[in-house]
């Protein structure tokens, strides 16, 4: 068995460049803005460590309105690659003047759709103005519950993805594209 080397190397397809990332965030930018310019609320990202951090540090100065932003942290439980679609959070946030307060989660990826239907739901009894999800990737077709984003950088087929956040392992969250890993490395 080869050494890992933790680098571009271990991808077999480059699914988004640097470049292509930077247009996809500069367009969820524009929408994000369209949204929310109107409203008198504070506008709060709600960063779901740690997978969506690389993209929600892109995302917010780009943003030209005022923005805040807060941490959490969520994971689901099962065993191997299937969600037990069980979700705990492991990080909460303070909101305080919910009812002023539009609430923005920023997700790397959907996947089985489980983690941010806890967190909407966890996020909406907390009684804030509004709640909407931003995600970087889509893949649909992997669903186990129904969800749909507020704004969705990208649909994706069934690849294994890692980079800008996204990791194997705990390794290439440091990529600066997304690409698709060679399935020697993850089987
Ligand atoms: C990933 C991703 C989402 C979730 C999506 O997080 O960042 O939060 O899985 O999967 P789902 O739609 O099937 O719930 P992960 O638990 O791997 O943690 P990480 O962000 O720290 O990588």
């Given amino acids: 068995m080869s ?3 933790y680098s571009a190397a271990d991808c077999k397809e480059v699914l988004f460049s640097e470049q292509q990332i930077d247009e996809i965030i500069t367009r969820l930018a524009r929408e994000i803005e369209d949204t929310y310019k109107g409203s008198k609320n504070r506008l709060v990202m709600v960063i779901t460590l740690k997978g969506a951090l690389p993209f929600a540090s892109a995302l917010m100065k780009k943003i030209n309105i005022p923005i805040q932003y807060e941490c959490v942290k969520v994971s689901s439980y099962g065993s191997g690659t299937k969600s037990s679609g069980e979700v705990k959070l492991h990080l909460d946030l303070q909101i305080s003047d919910p ?3 539009d609430l923005l989660i ?4 959907i996947d089985s759709g ?3 239907s806890f967190l909407t739901a966890y996020l909406k009894s907390r009684r804030p103005a509004s709640v909407r999800v931003c995600t970087l990737l889509d893949k649909p077709s992997r669903r186990e519950v129904d969800f749909t984003p507020d704004f969705n950088g990208a ?6 993805v890692v980079g800008f956040g996204l990791d194997f392992d705990e ?3 440091a990529l600066p594209f997304i690409g698709v890993l060679k399935e020697e490395i993850y089987s």
């Fill in 171 to 173: 390794n290439y969250r």
């Fill in 155 to 160: 649909q994706i087929p069934d690849k294994f």
């Fill in 3 to 5: 050494t890992p080397t």
């Fill in 99 to 101: 009812e002023n307060t």
């Fill in 114 to 116: 489980n983690t941010l």
């Fill in 106 to 109: 920023i997700e790397d990826i």
